[in-house]
């Protein structure tokens, strides 16, 4: 019998439909939500001597690489599962050299972002639970790729010798993206209530995060969106497109 978990069923093909549209909603609603929030509640993005506006920066492309193009970069391997696997891996990791190139981009913004201090302060780095989480994900994401480029497509040079070592690789490579965007989405939740805890202070004018007006719904809002994502990716990563074990394909696929 079919359960939603085979791509050959109709009905499980709909069903992966509306979770890959959510997914994408989601995707798309975290980024533009918290551009939202930066653009008309707070000071904007750059890279200047306003500490917070270079940590917007931080924020932005460190969703966007993290949590948005790793999130299509995980997607793009269920919906072209017709391609030919070759472009698909190819498609797969243009993504993300892209996501790395907005990691490292985010992460130097950040660290010289808490050089921007009052003069005469301390400058602390990795102080927080926030970049304790962060650097875990950022050393786990950068094995993962080094791994998974060496794997899959150098190693295609000799496909048919390193098939079955490759295959054997596949299930580790797919836990340990998922448990990355699981650090990554963990990170960026504890990045959002660094914000909160300094801009919507209450204090010296700033927005009041306990009175729930519209900058904190919204960055709840992106927080919610984020923990939608983390529930949902590693559900359609897991079930959508598998094929039963007596498919008489189910051994080419893999
Ligand atoms: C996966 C995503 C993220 C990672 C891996 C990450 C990583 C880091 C790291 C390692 C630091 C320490 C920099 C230093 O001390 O020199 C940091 C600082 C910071 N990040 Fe992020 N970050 C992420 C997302 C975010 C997001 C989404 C926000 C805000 C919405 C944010 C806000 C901040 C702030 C305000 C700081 C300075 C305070 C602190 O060190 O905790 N980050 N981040």
Known sequence: MEGPSTSTSSGGRFFFGVLFTISELLLFGSVSLF?????????GFAWSKNRNEQFNLHAILMIIGFVFLNGQAMLVYKLLHRCRKIYVKIIHC??????????????VAGIQAQHNMAPGATIRHFYSLHSWVGLVAIGLFA????AGFV???????????????RARLLPTHVTFGLIIYSLAV??????????????????????????????????????CCLIGLAILLP????????????????????
């Open 151 to 165: 794997s899959f497509l150098i190693l295609l040079c000799c496909d048919k010798a390193t098939a079955n070592f």
């Open 94 to 107: 243009i993504i993300f050299v892209c996501s790395i190139s907005a990691i490292t981009i985010g992460m």
């Open 35 to 43: 551009v939202y929030w930066v653009i008309w509640h707070d000071t």
């Open 186 to 223: 963990i990170a960026s939740i504890s990045g959002l209530l660094q914000v909160a805890r300094s801009r919507l202070s209450g204090k010296e004018g700033k927005p009041n995060y306990k009175e729930f007006e519209e900058p904190t719904i919204i960055i709840n809002a992106v927080g």
């Open 143 to 146: 094995l993962q790729f080094v």
């Open 235 to 254: 559900y359609i990563i897991r079930n959508c497109g598998q094929r039963s074990r007596h498919s008489p394909n189910f051994h080419i696929s893999h």
